[in-house]
């Protein structure tokens, strides 16, 4: 019997699909709360991931020591699926090439990403990912390091297009309290929280813009975080609205507790993953031509909707039909 081809082979011919990454990533800024989080990863698997945070977490005068503290945590035993990065200091701080010195220098093999945080321009932003590549040249590191720009400032969100079309920047991320403090009291302090925050028309321009270019250029949209620590239904809600209002396709957890309501909230409906795992089988079935299920013709362009759909199922630990997991996950390996 032939081999059947993969859809990562058959679907794309080139197009640059957003990386299928976990729907959930969590900030931690102080050792106990990083060794926490690597801990609940272990128990959970690889369904959310760290980011140990170098620019809020990091003490006054003590941030080389953070560094090296972050680097050694990555380099140890609690760090098991390697899905685990850093958020560094802005352009405009003395220590962002500190941070990368330390932690590109002893980590850049294990780290799953490194952020930007607060730029305010493009150039900016290619200013500090040339020195990310220069730091890992000359350590040997040959992988080239996904790099994440949070959002924060209007000079970013003017540049977002150019920003996003960066080779190595894989996720845009929105931080919201920092872009309505860019704006000088002009937009309520309530709109920090929901729903004022999906309802200004500036914070609605400023995500769908995000979303747009992100996702134009081959990048996720991260969505901001939730103020609300501990109501997991306020949590759900605001990953729900940010996941299908917006198009988000991933959000940033500070809690614990955040992290299963964001996954809930983002991960696919489990009936359209057993319809796309069917609709897939059979089209692979006959080598991606066009097909019926269900009375309605599908083609590639389902088809490629349908895949991404089912890789983000995986992605956040929903079962696969076993046909459609041995099919599409055990024969090759996911990007």
Same mark, same amino acid.
Not at 76 to 101: E, Q, T
């Given at each position: 019997?032939?081999?059947?081809?993969?859809?990562?082979?058959?679907?794309?011919?080139?197009l640059a699909p957003p990386p299928v990454l976990a729907a959930c990533e969590h900030f931690a800024g102080k050792r106990k709360l990083m060794e926490k989080?690597? +801990?609940?990863?272990?128990?959970?698997?690889? $369904?959310?991931?760290?980011?140990?945070?170098?620019?809020?977490?990091?003490?006054?005068?003590?941030?080389?020591?953070?560094?090296?503290? =972050?680097?050694?945590?990555?380099?140890?035993?609690?760090?098991?699926?390697?899905?685990?990065?850093?958020?560094?200091?802005?352009?405009?701080?003395?220590?962002?090439?500190?941070?990368?010195?330390?932690? $590109?220098?002893? *980590?850049?093999?294990?780290?799953?990403?490194?952020?930007?945080?607060?730029?305010?321009?493009?150039?900016?932003? !290619?200013?500090? =990912?040339?020195?990310?590549?220069?730091?890992?040249?000359?350590?040997?590191?040959?992988?080239?390091?996904?790099?994440?720009?949070?959002?924060?400032?209007?000079?970013? +969100?003017?540049?977002?297009?150019? =920003?996003?079309?960066?080779?190595? $920047?894989?996720? =845009?991320?929105?931080?919201?309290?920092?872009?309505?403090?860019?704006?000088?009291?002009?937009?309520? !302090?309530?709109?920090? /929280?929901?729903?004022?925050?999906?309802?200004?028309?500036?914070?609605?321009?400023?995500? *769908?813009?995000i979303v747009a270019a992100a996702l134009a250029n081959g990048c996720v949209p991260s969505h901001n975080v939730t103020l609300e620590l501990r109501d *997991?239904?306020?949590?759900?809600?605001? !990953?729900?609205?940010?996941?299908?209002?917006?198009?988000? +396709?991933?959000?940033?957890?500070?809690?614990?507790?955040?992290?299963?309501?964001?996954?809930?909230?983002?991960?696919?409906?489990?009936?359209?993953?057993?319809?796309?795992?069917?609709?897939?089988?059979?089209?692979? /079935?006959?080598?991606?031509?066009?097909?019926?299920?269900?009375?309605?013709?599908?083609?590639?362009?389902?088809?490629?909707?349908?895949?991404?759909?089912?890789?983000?199922?995986?992605?956040?630990?929903?079962?696969?039909?076993?046909?459609?997991?041995?099919?599409?996950?055990?024969?090759?390996?996911?990007?």
């Amino acid at each position: 019997m032939p081999k059947l081809t993969h859809p990562e082979q058959a679907l794309f011919d080139g197009l640059a699909p957003p990386p299928v990454l976990a729907a959930c990533e969590h900030f931690a800024g102080k050792r106990k709360l990083m060794e926490k989080a690597l +801990l609940i990863q272990q128990e959970m698997g690889p $369904v959310f991931d760290v980011t140990c945070d170098c620019e809020d977490g990091a003490p006054t005068g003590k941030e080389r020591e953070h560094a090296q503290m =972050i680097a050694g945590l990555l380099n140890g035993p609690l760090n098991r699926f390697k899905r685990a990065g850093v958020r560094i200091h802005d352009y405009s701080h003395p220590n962002w090439r500190s941070d990368v010195d330390i932690l $590109v220098g002893t *980590s850049g093999h294990l780290l799953s990403h490194i952020t930007i945080p607060k730029p305010t321009s493009a150039k900016q932003v !290619a200013a500090m =990912i040339d020195y990310i590549r220069h730091i890992a040249e000359r350590h040997g590191i040959e992988r080239p390091i996904p790099i994440h720009i949070l959002i924060e400032t209007q000079g970013s +969100l003017r540049e977002i297009w150019d =920003i996003a079309s960066i080779d190595a $920047v894989k996720v =845009i991320d929105f931080g919201l309290m920092d872009f309505i403090s860019d704006h000088h009291g002009t937009i309520p !302090a309530r709109c920090m /929280r929901s729903p004022g925050q999906f309802e200004h028309r500036l914070l609605i321009r400023a995500k *769908s813009e995000i979303v747009a270019a992100a996702l134009a250029n081959g990048c996720v949209p991260s969505h901001n975080v939730t103020l609300e620590l501990r109501d *997991s239904r306020t949590v759900y809600n605001d !990953a729900l609205s940010a996941r299908y209002d917006y198009g988000f +396709l991933r959000m940033w957890s500070i809690h614990p507790m955040q992290i299963q309501p964001i996954i809930n909230a983002m991960k696919p409906d489990l009936t359209d993953v057993h319809n796309a795992a069917a609709i897939l089988l059979s089209a692979q /079935r006959v080598e991606w031509a066009p097909i019926q299920y269900e009375g309605e013709l599908h083609d590639r362009a389902s088809y490629r909707y349908y895949w991404q759909l089912l890789k983000r199922a995986h992605a956040t630990g929903i079962s696969l039909p076993l046909q459609a997991h041995q099919a599409f996950f055990t024969s090759i390996r996911q990007p």
